[in-house]
């Protein structure tokens, strides 16, 4: 096991732990810049859409994982994203490039609308709210047919940059590929400022960080506004490359499966949300292909792929709470002390008592 | 108009008010925020709509063995699974129930098909004019049977050795233990109590409404009606779910028809901002 004797608190913010890590990562960017060539378009489609995902769980992760502040409604914000894009580019013909930006302030500017419940409610009260939020976004696309389509939905192109025809889903992949990139750099600077510290002091205890100085206000706010900022992008970059979006794609089950990807990637981590994202928008292919390994009566039947992802969130919680990334990191563990491991090492500890779970 | 959408609504209300019940139930005494509480409620139904209809089993001895199936149900799904997660962080918990609706409704689609069947009604016969106001014998029934489920449970709580056992599990987990209740029992108990509310609520909901797979989304609009009253309290849960479902009614009556639809989230929104702990709610102090 390695030893790292830090000599500042600046250390504690580094970028990269070890220089050894940054090995890992350049190799991981020469693989995914190196994939569309041989992976062909299908797979290339579907790692698009995995790195969108990625930026939302990001953003959702920011929210639920940091500060702890559940949201059952962000599909909403993708939903505002998405329309936003298609609205200016479709309807009134601006460039996919203003558009974007736009996505993520539009649906950052919603999000504060929602701080006057978010701040003074908490846990279940605000799960409740941000899912009827979701439920009115719904009712709004619906009933608001000038900008949204309404049932008919919208149909999105793929965006040009320049002379360049973006049309390909092997060029689409690079723009997200960019843009996934930057947004978890982003992410990781959050998180390793005085802005994440403060989020996750929220978390762990309002009175304790209150009583630090840090404004709980303000810091929830932020908490929103960002994720929602995340949201809208993921949102604008998902309508050009599905082609179309109609009120069907931001429903409820959109926002349970976004936080799916966090619990089932790991929650508070960057690289919990990467992994989560991508192990879930794969998940459908995956069960594609072991439903041939099944009995004909069983993987023949209308509900299996329900069943098999409601069945994967239980036994995810039930098993492995801290998700794939905690996994990741017992293994890792596990190999680096190697002789002396122990099966409670990582054991997680209980409340069972009222008292001590009141925060 | 306004008082038949009036008295509708409080049948709608009554049906929001059984499944927040069921919600109640299990926070209070497991700390659990059972998202799968409409799911239960479908199984229930359908676990009807099957000893009717291919068993050919009279009504009322089919609500009886209803309510015993999905009370063991309760008990295995306790048993089995809810036991090991006792103490997890809520969110998880609410991650889990989830994933146990999506679970239970995809496997209700391989059992009983996606189709939608007609539930048949226990009455039946010429609604009952009162003044200018005709009441369907459907709507007098839910009432009725609400009033009368409510009626019992506050019995069973307040007199039965049982139900003081589960006010005390409720209140202090720890003291109740200390004073010789089986405190793992109760948690049973419960489920299989808020299991059997849920299938009474299905009985009473699927004759007006219907019987299909998805009907357990109608526990997502049960959710503001618990919140409205306070999540954690009983007679909250009660008045909660008769507002929603009257205000939702009226609002589908007065106001454009695609408001009746969020106008549950919109009270709630309203009420929340000025009141956040819901009407009969206690704002619980934290300590540090």
Same mark, same amino acid.
């Given at each position: 096991?390695?030893?790292?004797?830090?000599?500042?608190?600046?250390?504690?913010?580094?970028?990269?732990?070890?220089?050894?890590?940054?090995?890992?990562?350049?190799?991981?960017?020469?693989?995914?810049?190196?994939?569309?060539?041989?992976?062909?378009?299908?797979?290339?489609?579907?790692?698009?859409?995995?790195?969108?995902?990625?930026?939302?769980?990001?953003?959702?992760?920011?929210?639920?994982?940091?500060?702890?502040?559940?949201?059952?409604?962000?599909?909403?914000?993708?939903?505002?994203?998405?329309?936003?894009?298609?609205?200016?580019?479709?309807?009134?013909?601006?460039?996919?490039?203003?558009?974007?930006?736009?996505?993520?302030?539009?649906?950052?500017? *919603?999000?504060?609308?929602?701080?006057?419940?978010?701040?003074?409610?908490?846990?279940?009260?605000?799960?409740?709210?941000?899912?009827?939020?979701?439920?009115?976004?719904?009712?709004?696309?619906?009933?608001?047919?000038?900008?949204?389509?309404?049932?008919?939905?919208?149909?999105?192109? !793929?965006?040009?940059?320049?002379?360049?025809?973006?049309?390909? #889903?092997?060029?689409?992949?690079?723009?997200?590929?960019?843009?996934?990139?930057?947004?978890?750099?982003?992410?990781?600077?959050?998180?390793?400022?005085?802005?994440?510290?403060?989020?996750?002091?929220? !978390? #762990?205890?309002?009175?304790?960080?209150?009583?630090?100085?840090?404004?709980?206000?303000?810091?929830?706010?932020?908490?929103?506004?960002?994720?929602?900022?995340?949201?809208? /992008?993921?949102?604008?970059?998902?309508?050009?490359?599905?082609?179309?979006?109609?009120?069907?794609?931001?429903?409820? /089950?959109?926002?349970?499966?976004?936080? *799916?990807?966090?619990?089932?990637?790991?929650?508070?981590?960057?690289?919990?949300?990467?992994?989560?994202?991508?192990?879930?928008?794969?998940?459908?292919?995956?069960?594609?292909?072991?439903? #041939?390994?099944?009995?004909?009566?069983?993987?023949?039947?209308?509900?299996?792929?329900?069943?098999?992802?409601?069945?994967?969130?239980?036994?995810?919680?039930?098993?492995?709470?801290?998700?794939?990334?905690?996994?990741?990191?017992?293994?890792?563990?596990?190999?680096?002390?190697?002789?002396?491991?122990?099966?409670?090492?990582?054991? !997680?500890? !209980?409340?069972?008592?009222?008292?001590?779970?009141?925060? | 108009?306004?008082?038949?959408?009036?008295?509708?609504?409080?049948?709608?209300?009554?049906?929001?008010?059984?499944?927040?019940?069921?919600? *109640?139930?299990?926070?209070?005494?497991?700390?659990?925020?059972?998202?799968?509480?409409?799911?239960?409620?479908?199984?229930?139904?359908?676990?009807?709509?099957?000893?009717?209809?291919?068993?050919?089993?009279?009504?009322? /001895?089919?609500?009886?063995?209803?309510?015993?199936?999905?009370?063991?149900?309760?008990?295995?799904?306790?048993?089995?699974?809810?036991?090991?997660?006792?103490?997890?962080?809520?969110?998880?918990?609410?991650?889990?129930?989830?994933?146990?609706?999506?679970?239970?409704?995809?496997?209700?689609?391989?059992?009983?098909?996606?189709?939608?069947?007609?539930?048949?009604?226990?009455?039946?016969?010429?609604?009952?004019?009162?003044?200018?106001?005709?009441?369907?014998?459907?709507?007098?029934?839910?009432?009725?049977?609400?009033?009368?489920?409510?009626?019992?449970?506050?019995?069973?709580?307040?007199?039965?050795?049982?139900?003081?056992?589960?006010?005390?599990?409720?209140?202090?987990?720890?003291?109740?233990?200390?004073?010789?209740?089986?405190?793992?029992?109760?948690?049973?108990?419960?489920?299989?109590?808020?299991?059997?509310?849920?299938?009474?609520?299905?009985?009473?909901?699927?004759?007006?409404?219907?019987?299909?797979? #998805?009907?357990?989304?109608?526990?997502?609009?049960?959710?503001?009606?618990?919140?409205?009253?306070?999540?954690?309290?009983?007679?909250?849960?009660?008045?909660?779910?008769?507002?929603?479902?009257?205000?939702?009614?009226?609002?589908?009556?007065?106001?454009?028809?695609?408001?009746?639809?969020?106008?549950?989230?919109?009270?709630?929104?309203?009420?929340?901002?000025?009141?956040?702990?819901?009407?009969?709610?206690?704002?619980?102090?934290?300590?540090?």
């Amino acid at each position: 096991m390695k030893f790292k004797l830090k000599k500042s608190y600046m250390e504690d913010l580094k970028l990269f732990e070890y220089k050894s890590d940054m090995v890992g990562y350049g190799v991981l960017l020469v693989f995914l810049f190196i994939f569309p060539s041989w992976a062909g378009n299908y797979w290339t489609y579907n790692l698009t859409l995995a790195g969108i995902y990625c930026i939302a769980a990001l953003g959702l992760n920011i929210l639920t994982g940091y500060t702890g502040m559940i949201s059952l409604g962000h599909a909403a914000f993708f939903a505002i994203g998405a329309y936003t894009v298609g609205y200016m580019t479709t309807i009134l013909g601006h460039s996919f490039w203003i558009a974007l930006p736009l996505a993520g302030f539009a649906a950052a500017f *919603v999000g504060l609308s929602l701080v006057l419940p978010a701040l003074r409610l908490s846990g279940i009260y605000l799960a409740i709210v941000t899912m009827g939020f979701g439920f009115i976004i719904d009712q709004v696309i619906l009933e608001w047919p000038e900008v949204t389509g309404g049932a008919n939905g919208l149909l999105i192109n !793929r965006p040009t940059l320049g002379p360049l025809s973006l049309n390909s #889903d092997a060029s689409y992949y690079y723009v997200v590929l960019v843009i996934v990139i930057l947004f978890v750099l982003l992410t990781k600077n959050i998180v390793r400022t005085s802005l994440g510290r403060a989020l996750v002091a929220v !978390r #762990d205890s309002e009175v304790a960080a209150q009583s630090m100085g840090i404004p709980l206000a303000k810091v929830k706010t932020q908490a929103f506004v960002i994720s929602g900022f995340y949201a809208g /992008i993921a949102g604008g970059l998902f309508a050009p490359l599905i082609n179309f979006i109609g009120p069907d794609n931001f429903t409820i /089950i959109e926002s349970i499966n976004l936080i *799916v990807m966090i619990i089932v990637g790991g929650l508070a981590s960057i690289h919990g949300s990467i992994f989560g994202a991508i192990f879930i928008t794969l998940l459908s292919e995956f069960i594609r292909v072991g439903k #041939d390994a099944l009995p004909a009566f069983l993987s023949q039947q209308v509900g299996f792929q329900g069943a098999v992802y409601g069945l994967i969130i239980m036994l995810f919680i039930l098993f492995e709470p801290m998700g794939i990334y905690g996994r990741y990191l017992k293994i890792k563990y596990l190999f680096q002390v190697f002789p002396i491991y122990r099966k409670d090492t990582f054991r !997680r500890e !209980r409340k069972f008592q009222k008292a001590q779970r009141t925060r | 108009m306004f008082w038949h959408l009036f008295i509708s609504g409080m049948a709608l209300g009554c049906v929001y008010a059984l499944i927040a019940l069921g919600f *109640v139930l299990i926070y209070k005494a497991t700390e659990v925020i059972n998202f799968a509480q409409g799911e239960f409620m479908m199984v229930g139904a359908f676990v009807a709509f099957s000893l009717i209809h291919f068993a050919h089993i009279p009504f009322w /001895i089919t609500v009886i063995l209803t309510l015993l199936i999905m009370g063991a149900f309760g008990v295995l799904l306790d048993r089995l699974v809810m036991r090991f997660l006792v103490g997890e962080p809520a969110f998880s918990l609410v991650m889990f129930t989830i994933g146990l609706a999506l679970f239970l409704r995809s496997v209700a689609g391989m059992i009983w098909s996606t189709d939608t069947f007609a539930f048949p009604s226990p009455v039946s016969g010429e609604a009952i004019q009162l003044g200018s106001v005709a009441i369907a014998p459907g709507d007098m029934l839910v009432v009725g049977a609400t009033a009368m489920l409510v009626l019992l449970l506050y019995l069973f709580f307040r007199f039965t050795n049982l139900g003081i056992a589960l006010q005390a599990t409720s209140q202090n987990q720890f003291a109740a233990y200390l004073m010789g209740i089986n405190v793992e029992g109760m948690f049973s108990v419960v489920w299989a109590l808020s299991a059997m509310v849920a299938a009474v609520a299905g009985i009473l909901l699927a004759p007006t409404l219907f019987l299909h797979k #998805d009907m357990g989304f109608i526990g997502l609009k049960a959710f503001p009606a618990a919140v409205l009253g306070g999540f954690g309290s009983i007679p909250g849960a009660i008045v909660g779910g008769l507002i929603i479902g009257i205000s939702e009614n009226l609002a589908g009556g007065f106001l454009p028809p695609w408001v009746k639809d969020i106008f549950a989230y919109l009270v709630l929104i309203a009420v929340l901002i000025v009141r956040p702990e819901g009407l009969f709610g206690i704002h619980e102090k934290k300590k540090v």
